[in-house]
């Protein structure tokens, strides 16, 4: 179903360059951007391309409201990593952000959002696909680098991607790390660069495969799995060697970045 998009955006923006890039890319193609910003990592940069720049915490829900309705938002989207850690370190939560938590049966991120889309409908904003502004970043089938997984990890690849599916399904993490067609670790709250951590250790640093997929029936408005130089950097410090990511549904940030520091360090990075 094709949308009408309107000139005024607004950019819920946690962590990283995704934000940035989907406000460059808006800008560029002549639409004004209003950024609502969850993180301290990316501001100045989101500053380069959104007529606005405000920092809120993620439970100031009133408070993000407001600012849609005195810009006159209609439609909205959400990128970058807001992690469900948050809710464990007492953040400031508004009356109606408690409301949120009080009425959830479930704290996993699809009911979270779910919850938020519905509230935002009601105000009369329309929470937007997170790919429309950026498919140029979603990666395409086949070999990125110069090094090809061997036929040990393509098993490795195989079993992964039926385990993070099914992970997938129950809405736990995007994510697992293989060897030796033995599960590592997989993703659940602490996030894909932990998940490697714990399961590059566990495989001795040497060789470990990280799998990270879509959910099936993923909700292209919020969650899309999203890799950049980072992962690969934490891959590298404990001794993953290959990255295999879901062609056509994962954000890849600096691909040519990232493909170039793989290339450099013998690591292999596939899309299937």
Do not use: W
Request: proline share 2%.
């Amino acid at each position: 179903m094709s949308i009408t998009l309107e000139n005024k955006q607004c950019l819920i923006a946690g962590d990283g360059l995704l934000p940035v890039r989907m406000a460059q890319g808006a800008k560029e193609n002549g639409f004004e951007v209003i950024a609502i910003s969850l993180s301290s990592d990316n501001c100045k940069e989101l500053q380069k391309y959104c007529s606005k720049v405000v920092s809120l915490g993620f439970g100031q829900v009133e408070t993000i409201e407001k600012i849609l309705k005195e810009e006159g938002i209609k439609q909205l989207t959400f990128l970058g990593k807001v992690s469900k850690t948050m809710l464990l370190k007492r953040p400031k939560l508004e009356p109606k952000a408690i409301q949120f938590l009080k009425e959830a049966f479930k704290l996993n991120d699809d009911a979270i959002m779910l919850k938020i889309v519905d509230e935002l409908k009601s105000i009369g904003v329309e929470v937007l696909d997170q790919t429309i502004f950026i498919k140029n970043l979603m990666v395409q089938k086949g070999v990125l680098t110069k090094l090809a997984p061997t036929q040990e990890q393509l098993y490795d690849i195989e079993y992964g991607y039926k385990t993070a599916k099914e992970m997938g399904k129950l809405d736990i993490g995007q994510s697992v790390v293989m060897k030796n067609r033995m599960i590592m670790a997989v993703e659940a709250i602490e996030g894909t660069d932990k998940c490697i951590k714990r399961g590059g250790k566990l495989a001795r640093r040497k060789g470990a495969v990280v799998v990270k997929v879509a959910k099936p029936h993923q909700d292209n408005r919020f969650d899309i799995p999203t890799v950049g130089l980072r992962t690969l950097k934490t891959m590298k410090r404990y001794g993953a060697s290959v990255l295999a990511l879901e062609a056509g549904e994962t954000i890849i940030v600096g691909q040519q970045e990232m493909i170039n520091y793989a290339d450099k360090n013998k690591m292999s990075i596939i899309a299937i």
